[in-house]
């Protein structure tokens, strides 16, 4: 079982791998359709949600992370995955955490699908081609105060320095991306 488990996550990691230069199709939170193109420059991606509470421990060192890399070039795009949680929520979670950034809906699930997404907060970094540099958690700890590892910061400060990721791939923690119920 644990073979089919790695041999489907493969498949899929390479399914990501291919598909990274199609641009991200989300939707605004006005209801208008988002494109965000993923080469040519470094983008994080982040999967948040409005009721996670292991998500909303990060709100700050998120907005934190945006207004640092932002600064230094990175580009950031913020996706609410999560079916059970309307625009209008997103909006005003958003408006309630201050966040200087916009947080598109994922309708059905496509964008974390496409990208294996499975929890809140869950981040990937693209590099400049296009292709997946960094997958995983912001750092090792929902409590700030007992982080000892920071791989996502490690992640872009290696990108802006013109070397490898020192670690392509943690585990992210946190709540479940609630998926929209395929049609048959």
């Not at 999560?82 to 955490?97: I, L, R, Y």
């Not at 309708?107 to 907060?121: E, G, I, S």
């Amino acid at each position: 079982m644990k073979s089919i488990r790695h041999a489907v996550l493969a498949l899929a990691a390479c399914a990501a791998i291919l598909s990274a230069a199609e641009p991200l199709a989300l939707t605004g939170t006005d209801g208008k359709p988002v494109s965000v193109k993923l080469e040519g420059k470094t983008t994080a991606v982040f999967f948040v949600a409005t009721q996670c509470p292991v998500s909303n421990d990060y709100n700050a060192r998120m907005k934190e992370l945006y207004s640092e890399y932002m600064a230094k070039g990175i580009d950031f795009v913020f996706v609410n995955s999560n079916s059970t949680e309307p625009a209008a929520e997103v909006v005003k979670h958003a408006q309630d955490n201050g966040f200087t950034f916009a947080v598109h809906k994922d309708l059905d699930n496509k964008v974390a699908d496409r990208f294996n997404a499975q929890v809140t907060p869950e981040v990937l970094v693209f590099d400049k081609a296009g292709k997946i540099a960094y997958h995983g958690s912001i750092d090792d700890s929902r409590a700030a105060a007992r982080i000892t590892k920071r791989p996502l910061k490690d992640a872009l400060d290696a990108i802006l320095a013109g070397k490898a990721v020192p670690v392509a791939e943690s585990k992210a923690f946190g709540c479940t991306i609630k998926r929209a119920k395929k049609q048959s």
